[in-house]
C-alpha cells in the first residue's frame, strides 16, 4: 500500500516539533509588503511582521500560494510513489483550496485528495494532526479523506483578539468602531463558522475577562471534547495560553499543547491574540 503524505500549508499554526516528527509538508503562503512578497513561516516570522507594521503603520496583504507553488511541493511525493491528502485553508478565506485543486488535477487521478478545512490556524491543524494518526494506524487515503471531511462540522476554533489595530487597518472596522472600542476597552472574539471568520460577541474590560468567558465557553461543553488533542494558540501571549493550557488540562483531562501563530494569522488580527480550538465527539 502507497505510503500517505500529509500536507498542510502555513495558516496551520502546526508546531515546528510535529511538522519534523510526523513528516509533515507544509506549503506556504506569501505576506505582501509593497513589491516584497515573503513566504510565511520561511522568509518571515511574526517578530519581523510585527516590527514592520509598527514602524510603517501600514498591513501586509497575503496571498495564496499559486498552483505551481503546489505541484512543485507534491511532485517529488508522488514520484516515489506516495499517496497526498492536503488539508487546505478555507476556501471562504482564500483561493489555497482552488489552486491545490488545479494543482492536483495535473497528476494522476486518485493520487491526491484536498480536502477544504473550512477552518484556518489551529482549527486545521487538529485535522492535520488526526489525518496524520490515522495514517499511522495503516488506512487509506479515501479513509482518511472521509474521517476528516466528517470531522470538519465537529471543530470549534474562538479567539480574543487583544486590539482593534489590525482589524482596522485591514478594512475589517471602521475608525469610529476602532476609537471607540479602544476608549472602552472591548476585545472582539471571534469564531469561525461555515469556514468564516465571524463576530461571536464583544467582551468590555480588562484582558482576562475576555480569556475567561472564551475559556468558560469552552468548558461548557466539556462532556463533548475530543481529548485526544484540544490546542491553545497564541501570539506573543505565551503567559495567557499556559493559564488556559493548565486549566483546560485540568478541567476536561484532554491532552491540550500550546501553539503560536503565523505570519498570516498575526497580519490579520495582531498581537496577544489567542485562541481555543477543539473537537467534539459528536
Not at 505541484?71 to 516515489?80: D, K, L
Request: aromatic share 6%; charged share 25%.
Amino acid at each position: 500500500m502507497a505510503r500517505i503524505k500529509i500536507f498542510a500549508d502555513s495558516t496551520s499554526d502546526l508546531a515546528p516539533e510535529w511538522i519534523q516528527q510526523y513528516d509533515i509538508g507544509i506549503v506556504p503562503l506569501y505576506v505582501v509588503f509593497g513589491d516584497e512578497s515573503l513566504k510565511d513561516g520561511e522568509e518571515i516570522k511574526p517578530e519581523q511582521l510585527y516590527e514592520r507594521v509598527s514602524r510603517d503603520g501600514s498591513l501586509p496583504k497575503t496571498a495564496a500560494p499559486s498552483p505551481a507553488d503546489f505541484m512543485t511541493a507534491f511532485q517529488p511525493y508522488i514520484e516515489q510513489g506516495d499517496d497526498i491528502l492536503y488539508i487546505s485553508l478555507s476556501s471562504e478565506l482564500s483561493s489555497t483550496y482552488q489552486n491545490a485543486l488545479l494543482a492536483s488535477s495535473e497528476f494522476p487521478e486518485g493520487r491526491i485528495s484536498v480536502v477544504d478545512s473550512k477552518n484556518l490556524s489551529s482549527g486545521i491543524g487538529l485535522m492535520v494532526m488526526k489525518a496524520v494518526h490515522a495514517a499511522e494506524q495503516g488506512q487509506t487515503l479515501v479513509q482518511i479523506t472521509e474521517r476528516i471531511e466528517a470531522m470538519k462540522s465537529n471543530v470549534r476554533t474562538e479567539f480574543v483578539i487583544d486590539t482593534l489595530e489590525y482589524l482596522y487597518k485591514g478594512g475589517r472596522c471602521s475608525g469610529m468602531q476602532n476609537l471607540i472600542g479602544s476608549l472602552l476597552k472591548i476585545r472582539p472574539v471571534i469564531r469561525v463558522a461555515d469556514g468564516k471568520m465571524t463576530p461571536a460577541y464583544k467582551v468590555r474590560g480588562k484582558r482576562e475577562k475576555a480569556l475567561e468567558q472564551m475559556l468558560q465557553n469552552t468548558l461548557s461543553n466539556k462532556e463533548q471534547i475530543d481529548r485526544d488533542l484540544v490546542i491553545v494558540v497564541h501570539t506573543m501571549a505565551e503567559e495567557d495560553a499556559l493559564n488556559l493550557q493548565k486549566t483546560l488540562q485540568e478541567q476536561t483531562g484532554a491532552r491540550v499543547e500550546l501553539t503560536t501563530a503565523g505570519c498570516v494569522i498575526c497580519s490579520h488580527c495582531g498581537p496577544k491574540t489567542t485562541g481555543i480550538i477543539y473537537s467534539t465527539t459528536h
